[in-house]
């Protein structure tokens, strides 16, 4: 089983608005009272009916999905995804139509950026938790999706998707943004704190070790992140790039500082972290751009260095080169994701 695991960065249709709802035959439904034509229904689920939003970038999510076009995953996990019709239109148009069976379901988050899957093993179940509540407050604005795939009639694999709260303040002063930076920190510790809950439930016991499972996602968080101790540290998974080198483990970059580091993670269950291929870990990093400010030098693209940041604003960065060879596409504004594909291969 070949897994990947991709934040494809506002994957979103765009669409005519009908004048009725869909299957209306007799205009009851029309909307009156406005001249504006950015008022009325989605159109009737069709292909052709939907247009995806920055076509150029999802030929460039396309190829970090699929190595350059040189595999075919056999399960892929998303994050920032707009609606099933987004995912199913990407699928179809940019992905060949790989996968037969998608799926996302919607959450709560503001910017309607959800996670999903597409998967060429059949699903057996989805459990959704964007209504589990701590303190009468939704602990997931994006969900934890619960996937359980089929990879042989005697293998199921069951995937935690997760997509955590931003770091990302926005207050009018220093403040506020630390306040809110304060208050996205607990809300992501409680989210990774109650991942682990669902896993201890889900798989109880001696299950826990013997079970096919994993959590991964945009944690939005490194590692060493105190928020994120009780899930990948404490918990009992296995981190899978934790095995490569500190200078390897990144799948962001950070433009306006110039920086990378691990956002994005594949925490294992004990024995699917056995069914893990040697060298089976690969996170394409083609697709990942540059500052606005850069252009080509004698073949390699600016900014040369970068710093890894082990942890938020690390006092102690280490430097490493950032000319490496990106897709042909690739440029300061035409961009795969800010975040890099990740991939696992099991031997299942």
């Known amino acids: 089983m070949l897994l990947c695991n991709f934040n494809v960065n506002n994957l979103f249709v765009r669409y005519k608005f009908g004048k009725t709802f869909p299957g209306d035959q007799g205009g009851k439904s029309a909307v009156a009272g406005t001249a504006s034509s950015n008022t009325g229904y989605l159109p009737l689920y069709q292909k052709g009916a939907f247009e995806i939003f920055n076509a150029e970038q999802r030929k460039l999510a396309a190829l970090a999905i699929t190595q350059g076009n040189t595999v075919q995953p056999d399960v892929v996990c998303v994050q920032e995804v707009e609606s099933l019709i987004a995912l199913r239109e990407f ?48 602990i997931f604005s994006r969900d934890c999706l619960e996937v359980r795939v089929r990879v042989k009639k005697t293998t199921p694999v069951t995937l935690f998707i997760n997509h955590f709260k931003s770091k990302l303040a926005m207050g009018a002063n220093e403040e506020a943004k630390a306040k809110e930076r304060a208050s996205a920190n607990l809300k992501r510790k409680l989210q990774a704190d109650t991942v682990v809950k669902l896993l201890k439930e889900r798989f109880p016991g001696p299950e826990f070790k013997s079970g096919y499972f994993a959590v991964l996602g945009d944690l939005n968080d490194t590692p060493l992140a105190p928020q994120l101790s009780g899930l990948c540290v404490k918990a009992g998974l296995v981190d899978a790039l934790a095995t490569l080198a500190p200078e390897e483990r990144w799948t962001h970059y950070w433009k306006a500082k110039n920086s990378v580091s691990q956002l994005d993670h594949v925490l294992l269950s004990p024995a699917l972290s056995g069914k893990l291929k040697k060298d089976g870990i690969y996170i394409e990093r083609r697709g990942i751009g540059f500052r606005s400010e850069s252009k080509k030098v004698d073949g390699g693209y600016l900014p040369k260095q970068v710093k890894v940041e082990a942890m938020e604003d690390d006092p102690n960065p280490e430097i490493i080169d950032f000319q490496y060879e990106r897709f042909e596409l690739v440029s300061s504004s035409n961009v795969a994701s800010d975040h890099c594909a990740v991939f696992l291969d099991f031997k299942l």
């Open 91 to 138: 699928n179809d148009r940019f992905l060949g139509g790989a996968y037969p069976y998608v799926v996302v379901l919607d959450s709560r988050d503001l910017r309607q950026i959800d996670v999903g899957i597409l998967s060429k093993y059949p699903i057996d179940s989805i459990t959704t938790h964007v209504d589990d509540k701590a303190a009468d407050k939704y």
